[in-house]
């Protein structure tokens, strides 16, 4: 069982920049291709990045990409995602997930966190 941890949510003024970081509870972290979603209030959970096990491959969702960038350091456990120039759509409950599949779709992720608030204020 792999447990998934989120930090460093919070409040943030349009075209700010904001990192959460999520963690993992076993060893095997590094085995897992890693990804996060968000849910806004009233929408299905969407996909915004992954990164491969190694690192060495990303892929965003179309309205992030340019402003987030996700990264891991399999030697200290963490997947980081940066956010920059936010905007008030961006507002949402962001969640961590691991996955076996390269996919974006939620259903193809074994594991999730409890998710951290990303509050985007205009």
């Known amino acids: 069982q792999v447990q998934l941890v989120e930090s460093g949510g919070g409040l943030v003024q349009a075209g700010g920049s904001l990192r959460v970081s999520c963690s993992a509870s076993v060893r095997t972290f590094s085995t897992y291709n890693m990804g996060w979603f968000r849910q806004a209030p009233g929408l299905d959970r969407e996909f915004v990045a992954i990164i491969s096990r190694s690192g060495q491959m990303t892929n965003y969702a179309d309205s992030v990409k340019g402003r987030f960038a996700i990264s891991r350091d399999n030697t200290k456990n963490p997947v980081d995602l940066q956010m920059s120039n936010l905007r008030s759509e961006d507002t949402a409950v962001y969640y961590c997930?691991?996955?076996?599949?390269?996919?974006?779709?939620?259903?193809?992720?074994?594991?999730w966190g409890q998710g951290t608030q990303i509050t985007v204020s205009s």
């Open positions: 997930a691991a996955s076996n599949h390269w996919s974006t779709a939620k259903v193809d992720y074994n594991y």
